[in-house]
């Protein structure tokens, strides 16, 4: 499985040990940036970004959901800004829109 990781370099170290390919990128508009162009390259399966840049990749994350697409999966992990929840008021306000009601957690 081919894995990129976009971020700081303080977050993208961690993940390049481990063998993932480092793009460097430390502001939410470098983030989308980088992600829109390894979307269209498709060369990865799994691209992981820091959880604060959520709302900046949302555009592109939902472009490659409606598609049908199931690659690229995202993991959206939280750095060490400790920036933490935008995931999952993401995913609450998706599933509410699903369910036709607000779903408190």
């Known amino acids: 499985m081919s894995v990129a990781v976009i971020g700081p370099d303080s ?5 390049q040990l481990i063998g993932a390919e480092g793009f460097d990128a430390g502001s939410g508009e470098a983030v989308a940036e980088t992600l829109g162009r390894l979307v ?6 799994l691209i992981i970004i820091p959880e604060r840049f959520a709302e900046v990749t949302r555009l592109f994350r939902e472009r490659v959901m409606s598609r049908g ?24 306000a998706v599933v509410s829109l699903a369910i036709g009601t607000r779903l408190e957690l």
């Open 69 to 92: 697409e199931i690659t690229p999966v995202f993991a959206l992990i939280p750095d060490f800004t400790m920036e933490t929840g935008m995931r999952m008021e993401e995913l609450q």
């Open 40 to 45: 269209d390259e498709g060369r990865f399966q």
């Open 11 to 15: 977050f993208t170290t961690c993940f």
